[in-house]
């Protein structure tokens, strides 16, 4: 779902046939002016999604963008103000914030993973454990805090896990399978697999038509003994219960990739306010 729809639909769920608290308590004549305050340190992550929502709500609001996405923020900045129809700047209030309180707490956490594995040249990657229909919104914010995308779903990457390969088969059945799909469909993907041991390693290795391997669940020590065998053949990645305390023993292993669905569930909204001024 593209931002635009996820802000129509966003705003249809919320004001349905009108804001019947504003439109009943504020002259239509009344214009107004905002601002949107920090309350928590953080990373901010929302401010293009607020512009949009706001211009969507009532193109006579101007906002005046202070704090871009992505930067630190502390208690008491001001990320942005609005000006405009008051009872429009109410009726957008709750989404904005809704929006920008989620991202922008993906991002501080996603900043927090990024920190632990500052100098190591291993990346951050996200997950598809997102809200759904929110997606979009979710990886932006990853973004946002310092990480990477992963793939954005099931149609932009062929990721074989291992309940592709038991219901194939087996790998090399898999593998083949994969290669001579995206032939016969004229896709150009990439192909990652997920191992679980080293004899599954093995087999992806001999095999070898893929571009990336997924070591899922493997300790520090195997991980690192997994990328020394894979040699930089294959890109790697490590996957599987790694924890903001743990990820830079794996990072430390060498692997360029590590993906955490943490990044995106589990997630504590920044403290934000949009108040008059």
Do not use: W
Request: neutral net charge; contains cysteine; charged residues 25%.
């Amino acid at each position: 779902m593209t931002l635009d729809e996820i802000i129509d639909k966003a705003l249809a769920e919320d004001i349905g046939n009108g804001d019947h608290t504003s439109l009943s308590t504020i002259p239509a004549t009344a214009f107004g002016k905002a601002k949107l305050l920090i309350k928590q340190e953080g990373i901010l992550s929302g401010v293009k999604v607020a512009r949009e929502v706001f211009a969507k709500t009532d193109p006579r609001i101007r906002m005046e963008e202070l704090i871009r996405d992505g930067s630190k923020v502390k208690p008491g900045d001001i990320a942005f103000t609005v000006e405009g129809p008051s009872a429009s700047i109410l009726m957008a209030e709750r989404l904005v914030l809704n929006f920008m309180q989620r991202m922008s707490g993906i991002a501080t956490n996603t900043s927090f993973y990024v920190k632990r594995i500052e100098g190591l040249h291993t990346k951050v990657l996200d997950t598809r454990k997102t809200t759904p229909l929110l997606r979009e919104l979710e990886k932006l914010a990853v973004t946002h805090g310092g990480g990477q995308n992963h793939r954005f779903g099931l149609y932009d990457m062929i990721l074989i896990k291992d309940n592709h390969v038991d219901f194939a088969g087996g790998i090399d059945k898999a593998i083949e399978a994969a290669n001579e799909y995206l032939l016969r469909k004229k896709l150009n993907l990439r192909i990652e697999i997920e191992v679980r041991n080293f004899d599954e390693l093995a087999q992806v290795i001999s095999n070898g038509k893929v571009h990336r391997i997924m070591l899922d669940n493997f300790n520090p020590p195997d991980l690192r003994k997994a990328v020394e065998i894979i040699d930089g053949r294959f890109e790697t990645e490590a996957s599987g219960g790694i924890t903001l305390e743990t990820i830079r023993s794996y990072a430390e292993t060498g692997v360029d990739y590590i993906s955490v669905g943490a990044l995106t569930h589990h997630i504590k909204s920044l403290d934000l306010s949009l108040k008059a001024c």
